[in-house]
């Protein structure tokens, strides 16, 4: 098993421009989420998803978009991207939608100019 | 995150001796509490969790203490090596969902 596997690992966009974090796992788990880590700030949650065709916010989700098509999959979309947006940022998943380990993928540092 | 609190924010100890780092939540109604190491550049990953049905759990080196009155659970890490040089975050649960926010994290150094 790949895990869970991010893609990009590195990227910077010019203010205003979208773009599409990959995020994919092979373990059949139900609940998928994203994060973003800035210094001092921990893990914060943007968005979640329980399962395919079902996605929630989280503490942090404006200016983000997700969609959940395949239990696979769960993209993170920025619209126009912004310099606040400049961070890392994290996929997990998890086997089931109750409290468990999350499985965080390598992560995504992204720039914004 | 805005629900859980996590002290100290550094810590560095001499090796073999102990740490301990500890977190608040406000939510009374969190019963699960994990706790994340993340070392320099990598992804974080589990190193021991704690349910609401139980104080206290060990996993050789490390515990996790509870006290679901005062809303505050505690790692420990007993005789720390270099290698235990890492960011460790607590986390707790918001509703229902694996929803878990995060603290902030405490980077703890173990001198040689």
């Known amino acids: 098993n790949a895990g869970v596997t991010q893609t990009p690992k590195f990227q910077v966009l010019k203010t205003g421009q979208s773009m599409t974090l990959q995020c994919a796992q092979d373990?059949?788990?139900?609940?998928m989420s994203w994060y973003r880590q800035d210094p001092g700030m921990g893990l914060r949650l943007i968005h979640y998803?329980?399962?395919?065709?079902?996605?929630d916010q989280g503490e942090v989700p404006n200016g983000y978009n997700v969609s959940r098509s395949t239990t696979e999959d769960f993209p993170l979309r920025l619209l126009s991207a912004a310099p606040s947006q400049t961070s890392v940022y994290f996929c997990?998943?998890?086997?089931?939608?109750?409290?468990?380990?999350?499985?965080f993928g390598e992560g995504s540092r992204l720039t914004v100019l | 995150g805005e629900n859980v609190e996590q002290h100290p924010s550094t810590l560095s100890v001499q090796e073999g001796d102990s740490a301990v780092i500890k977190c608040t939540y406000s939510?009374?109604?969190?019963?699960?509490f994990p706790w994340y190491k993340q070392e320099l550049g990598k992804r974080p990953q589990l190193i021991i969790d704690?349910?609401?049905?139980?104080g206290e759990k060990k996993d050789q080196r490390i515990a996790v203490t509870l006290n679901k009155t005062a809303k505050h659970f505690s790692l420990h890490i007993t005789e720390t090596q270099p290698e235990d040089s890492a960011v460790y975050f607590c986390?707790?649960?918001?509703?229902?969902?694996?929803?878990?926010?995060f603290g902030a994290g405490t980077r703890l150094t173990v001198k040689p």
């Open positions: 997990a998943s998890s086997y089931s939608r109750d409290y468990g380990e999350l499985f």
């Open positions: 373990m059949n788990h139900e609940y």
């Open positions: 998803s329980v399962g395919a065709g079902i996605t």
């Open positions: 939510d009374s109604a969190s019963n699960y």
């Open positions: 704690i349910r609401s049905n139980v």
């Open positions: 986390a707790a649960p918001k509703g229902d969902n694996n929803d878990m926010r």
